[in-house]
């Protein structure tokens, strides 16, 4: 398999063409393109082109590129896919102008996007194209993490929300990290920086980006090489008062950033040698720089509860141990303990993607790790690009279970709070072979309310969990999060009382991540395996609803069952006895197209 992938900044274009092993067949590289000074560099051979934009550098070289090379998809990266795109998509006139909607949130980023696109549609009509969004990563965000504090009528009017940028780099990093640790992603806590001229921090939890440090544009965050970060809005509005808003615009995303606050340019390397030379303000940029980068590596630990791997990647967080070094600093606390020789000596390549330069004793593990933007984006437009030719109708529905809140409970607890020697009373049997409702239940008792009559499942378990919905845990007054059944490390606790006394748990409750119940037999047929994540279509009267995130389970006993809780089958009015069909990444039914080589 072959694929082609477009990367079109505001005036430059990076294209290569991958194999199934990552493996660049082909390179193109222009810039400063729409310049008189516009050029590009065709496996190594330079042509100079004045005055070329996107579209004529693609007209003119891309046969050279492409050659006899047969390709299967041309990947575009896209930086922002506002709320209408949260997974990779096949482009058409319909998505181009969605696309093109987008300007507004991207105005640097999109219309070289959309150059790139059409010219390459254009040359390359027979096969499929995909577009690669930059913020899909991040719509697994919870809405806690997407919403600004703002009115929110006009926030909604007007799409303000937190999307997050970078995302195929987080994705990649976090995927590259996990395996180099022979570690299952979705049983990790990552926190992935991605430091370059643009640069974003994000909090991987399971597998999914739980928060990021950029926001509705890629403005907010870590000091970069020309733009502000993080900067109080009313600083925004002084300075449009004085210098009009396309001044100040212009200033917060071009001149500002390291660029602003040394005063020799945005190039690190230059910051460096300036600073170790007494450049008071290169000292300064080096500082601020790193003291945000360090202050959001700890609140994105907050977030997850702590940390279990530390990564760094793009051009600084790949080249500049001086950052690595300095953003570590103090970082004891969350266990990660740097290894200065391994980091001043670390260098990654393509050959060595991966250096740990963490001490030994180190509970945090950290890393350094090239990203390869361009071989994750060839891995999603070769599954959507060829999936959706690949799909095969007629698989079997997905039994919908409704799942009302419940207890879990260890013998201990039983006993504790129903007497010495309390065995649990079975009442009637559940869906999944061996399991049961109880007679016994219990009252649930939060900071604020409490919750009588929970019923309680058999058989006893090896920890206590209690499963609550969003509306349970409001109700509560506790901030639960959504987490993988049996998996309650780091989540709230509650008191639970029983009629012959009580018990306050340290941990334990959650929201059930819904997840899909599976024989391997069923696995077979729908083409997936155990932690698999899916979509699953609901058809429902005037209410039908895609369920996204959604966890495969694959075990002998199990029996084929989709779980859900009744907030969710509310928000689709699903009644007892629906079912649901599997999706795959194209938004058609069918069998999920999995390709292990691009994985």
């Not at 300075?239 to 001044?247: K, Q, S, Y």
Request: contains cysteine; hydrophobic residues 40%.
């Amino acid at each position: 398999m072959k694929v082609l992938v477009l990367n079109c900044g505001s005036s430059s274009l990076k294209a290569d063409i991958l194999d199934e092993n990552g493996v660049r067949l082909g390179s193109l590289r222009a810039e400063r393109l729409g310049s008189d000074d516009a050029r590009y560099r065709l496996d190594g051979a330079v042509t100079e082109l004045p005055g070329a934009d996107h579209g004529a550098v693609l007209a003119h070289a891309m046969a050279g590129l492409v050659g006899d090379h047969q390709l299967d998809a041309v990947g575009h990266r896209v930086v922002h896919g506002g709320e209408a795109f949260s997974a990779p998509t096949r482009l058409d006139a319909q998505v181009e102008a969605a696309i093109e909607e987008l300007i507004p949130l991207a105005p640097l980023h999109n219309p070289a996007n959309l150059a790139g696109i059409r010219a390459a549609r254009e040359f390359l009509p027979a096969i499929p194209h995909v577009a690669v969004f930059d913020t899909a990563f991040h719509a697994t965000l919870p809405h806690r993490a997407q919403a600004y504090a703002i009115d929110h009528d006009v926030a909604s009017a007007h799409g303000v929300r937190r999307y997050g940028f970078h995302g195929t780099s987080h994705a990649f990093v976090s995927r590259a990290a996990a395996e180099f640790l022979d570690e299952d992603p979705r049983e990790l806590r990552v926190i992935t920086c991605h430091l370059g001229n643009g640069a974003s921090a994000c909090a991987v939890e399971y597998g999914r980006s739980v928060e990021t440090t950029m926001g509705m544009t890629p403005l907010e965050g870590l000091v970069m090489g020309t733009r502000c970060g993080d900067l109080d809005p009313g600083v925004v509005i002084a300075l449009a008062r004085e210098l009009g808003l396309d001044e100040v615009d212009r200033m917060l995303n071009r001149s500002s950033g390291l660029a602003g606050l040394s005063g020799v340019g945005n190039d690190l390397r230059d910051i460096e040698e300036r600073a170790s030379k007494g450049d008071e303000r290169c000292r300064m940029a080096l500082h601020v720089l790193t003291h945000r980068l360090r202050k959001h590596i700890g609140a994105l630990a907050a977030v997850m509860g702590g940390v279990d791997v530390l990564v760094f990647t793009a051009g600084i967080g790949e080249n500049s141990a001086l950052v690595r070094s300095r953003a570590c600093q103090r970082m004891e606390f969350l266990g990660a303990r740097l290894d200065r020789d391994a980091n001043r000596d670390a260098k990654v390549d393509r050959a060595t993607p991966v250096i740990e330069i963490s001490e030994p004793r180190s509970r945090v593990k950290i890393l350094v790790v090239a990203t390869d933007e361009e071989l994750e984006i060839a891995r999603q437009a070769c599954t959507v690009g060829l999936g959706q030719d690949q799909i095969a109708g007629g698989l079997p529905s997905i039994p919908i279970g409704i799942s009302a809140r419940h207890i879990h409970l260890t013998q201990e607890s039983v006993e504790a709070l129903f007497g010495p020697g309390h065995q649990l009373t079975p009442r009637n049997p559940l869906s999944q072979p061996g399991q049961f409702a109880c007679e016994e239940r219990l009252t649930v008792v939060g900071p604020k309310r409490r919750i009588e009559g929970v019923r309680i499942l058999g058989p006893v378990r090896p920890a206590n969990q209690i499963e609550v919905s969003r509306t349970d845990e409001f109700f509560l007054g506790v901030d639960a999060p959504v987490r993988n059944s049996g998996d309650v490390k780091n989540t709230p606790g509650v008191t639970l009382i029983g009629p012959a006394g009580q018990v306050t748990l340290s941990e334990g409750l959650i929201c059930a991540r819904r997840h899909i119940h599976m024989t391997p037999e069923d696995a077979a047929v729908f083409g997936v395996e155990d932690k698999d994540v899916v979509d699953v279509a609901i058809h429902s009267e005037g209410r039908d609803l895609v369920f996204g995130d959604v966890l495969v389970r694959v075990k002998a006993s199990y029996a084929l069952e989709m779980h859900i809780d009744t907030d969710e089958a509310n928000a689709a009015e699903i009644k007892r006895g629906a079912s649901g069909k599997m999706i795959d990444a194209t938004g058609r039914v069918g069998r999920l197209v999995r390709r292990k080589a691009w994985r």
